[in-house]
């Protein structure tokens, strides 16, 4: 019998050893990258996290005697499950310490997911496919880009031992801005601009609002039968936009026209993380200085949104848009950036990422046990 209880949290004080156990399990860690302490609790405070307006989430603890050795969240989406028609939770925030830990975890939320009538569970999902979501199973040695979840390689092999099995990859490119793009693709673009006629310019922050209707209008779109895919609420997206408005960089943030129609974008967010992992999860006392002052920090970026409308695909315009992103890119100092997540099976932008001449650096894996 196991010697782990798993106990829901139940309390502020629950909550406070929820959100800072990982600063705990990574103490020793050189690769892993502090979140924002007030932003941790700001995403699991019901009222001003739009998430929860369309799911629930609950919250559990793993001790060993009085040692805490685990937390994760149990999550129920119903946009996901009207989205794809499914009958799935989700488990998330998954953290453990040895494999009995793990498996005493998991068992508690499969048994949670059982109590709400639904068929399988799938995970890790923190707490949705838009925010992190996968366990990292290679490349472990290697800071994370922002956004991007981070865990140890024994996880992998935790959950497999718990009964669950791959559903699914996602696939982070790296592209080295020494490397150039090649001179065969700057031609095969130079055909699709005079084909195309496209115009890409940088976002313009004077008018974000508009511009921030634009990004989430493409993203809907573009992203809508990719599978896994739930467009954000207007409550979370304007929410998310408010997060990233303080790191991005227009220069790097860009939306291409054709015909004075919106036809794509591709947004490139300076790589935070660099800032953030010397901040260990506070702003104060120097935190703000350090955020002021990121380029003197950052030279990697990492792209999340590369998207055209349905109109443009097969048109060749992604392209375009790589090699402006790229010129932008290494104009501002950046030397590398990371092309992520990719579905495993989304051939265009798989193939596209290997003809700039990017490689897969780390793969990041969902798991899914029927219940």
Known sequence: MSDVTVLPVGSRRDLKRFIEYPFELYRHDPHWVPPLLISEWERFNSSKNPFYQHARISLFLAYRGERLVGRVAAIDDDNHNSTHQDNLA??????????????????????????????????????????????????????????????????????????????????????????????????????????????????????????????????????????????????????????????????????????GDVAGVAIGLPDANQVLKRLRGRLLPFGFVSLLRRKRYIDQMRLPIMGLMPAYRRTGLELVLARELYARARAQGYRRYEGSWILEDNDAMNAGCRAIGATIWKTYRLYQKPL
Request: net charge negative.
């Open 90 to 259: 989700f488990f998330g925030f998954f953290e453990a310490a040895d494999e009995e830990a793990a498996g005493a975890l998991l068992a508690r939320v499969e048994a949670w997911a059982r109590e709400v009538g639904r068929e399988a569970l799938r995970g890790p999902a923190n707490p949705c496919m838009n925010d992190g979501a996968g366990l990292q199973i290679d490349g472990f040695d290697i800071d994370p880009f922002i956004m991007m979840p981070y865990n140890p390689p024994s996880y992998p092999g935790f959950v497999e031992a718990a009964g669950y099995r791959k559903v699914k990859d996602l696939y982070a490119w790296l592209h080295d801005a020494e490397r150039g793009l090649g001179e065969r693709l700057l031609r095969l673009v130079d055909r699709v601009e005079r084909r195309v006629k496209p115009i890409v310019r940088p976002m313009d922050m004077r008018r974000f609002d508009r511009e921030l209707a634009i990004l989430k209008r493409v993203y809907s779109e573009a992203w809508e039968k990719n599978w896994g895919f739930v467009k954000y609420t207007d409550a979370e997206f304007d929410h998310l936009a408010k997060e990233l408005k303080l790191i991005i960089d227009p220069e790097v943030a860009l939306i291409a026209e054709v015909n």
